[in-house]
Nanobody
Framework: QVQLMESGGGLVQPGGSLRLSCAAS????????MSWYRQDPGKERELVAR???????NYGDSVKGRFTISRDNAKNTWYLQLNSLKPEDTAVYYC??????????WGKGTLVTVSS
């Protein structure tokens, strides 16, 4: 059973930055893709960023140019760098990993609050 653990959320002022981390209990080489999603209360969970096993990345339209996804294979960890944060980026951020066997794994989420 794969476990994912997010860290790095918190309170930040508009225009500020944060870096989220997602540490996997096993090797990330077993994943087809690693992603970050976010969810506001009352809204659907939306894809923020994804990086594939081949290194391709894609981003949600609302975060393009501001957020960057990356990974560290040696640490079995992937990251989301959040820059130029806006109040509308406030949400619970979840990391996700899709295993090669098709199973999706989720972290428990970390809250990002953007407010002055």
């Amino acid at each position: 059973q794969v476990q994912l653990m997010e860290s790095g959320g918190g309170l930040v002022q508009p225009g500020g930055s944060l870096r989220l981390s997602c540490a996997a209990s096993g090797s990330i080489f077993s994943f087809i893709a690693m992603s970050w999603y976010r969810q506001d209360p009352g809204k659907e969970r939306e894809l923020v960023a994804r990086i594939t096993s081949g290194g391709s990345t894609n981003y949600g339209d609302s975060v393009k140019g501001r957020f960057t996804i990356s990974r560290d294979n040696a640490k079995n960890t992937w990251y989301l760098q959040l820059n130029s944060l806006k109040p509308e980026d406030t949400a619970v951020y979840y990391c996700n990993a899709r295993h090669f066997d098709g199973i999706d794994y989720w972290g428990k989420g970390t809250l990002v609050t953007v407010s002055s």
